[in-house]
Nanobody, 122 residues
Framework: QVQLVESGGGSVQAGGSLRLSCAAS???????MGWFRQAPGKEREGVAH????????TYADSVKGRFTISQDNAKNTIYLQMSSLQPEDTALYYC????????????????WGQGTQVTVSS
């Protein structure tokens, strides 16, 4: 059984940083994992993805150069380091896990955490 628990959200001023964590259980080293976000009135969008087996990462254009996804296999945890945050980054951020795929940005994610809120004020 896959369980994903996010933490690390909060409120920050524009230009600030936050690190989100996702503690995963029931996820293997072959799984794709990713961070998604959904702002009020908007569709959910993929933010960053990581292939746990080869560590290849992909990012949405809107966060490239500002966000970094990483993993700690010993802790079975993935992270999203967010820097230079802007008000448009305000959203509920979700961690997700999916099957193995050569492009983790294109697979269908089957397992989702409960989300953690990130609010950036100007």
């Amino acid at each position: 059984q896959v369980q994903l628990v996010e933490s690390g959200g909060g409120s920050v001023q524009a230009g600030g940083s936050l690190r989100l964590s996702c503690a995963a259980s029931g996820v293997t080293w072959r799984n794709c994992m990713g961070w998604f976000r959904q702002a009020p009135g908007k569709e959910r969008e993929g933010v960053a993805h990581i292939n746990r087996s080869n560590r290849i990462t992909t990012y949405a254009d809107s966060v490239k150069g500002r966000f970094t996804i990483s993993q700690d296999n010993a802790k079975n945890t993935i992270y999203l380091q967010m820097s230079s945050l802007q008000p448009e980054d305000t959203a509920l951020y979700y961690c997700a896990a999916g099957p193995y795929g050569s492009d983790c940005a294109r697979i269908t994610y089957a397992y989702w955490g409960q989300g953690t809120q990130v609010t950036v004020s100007s």
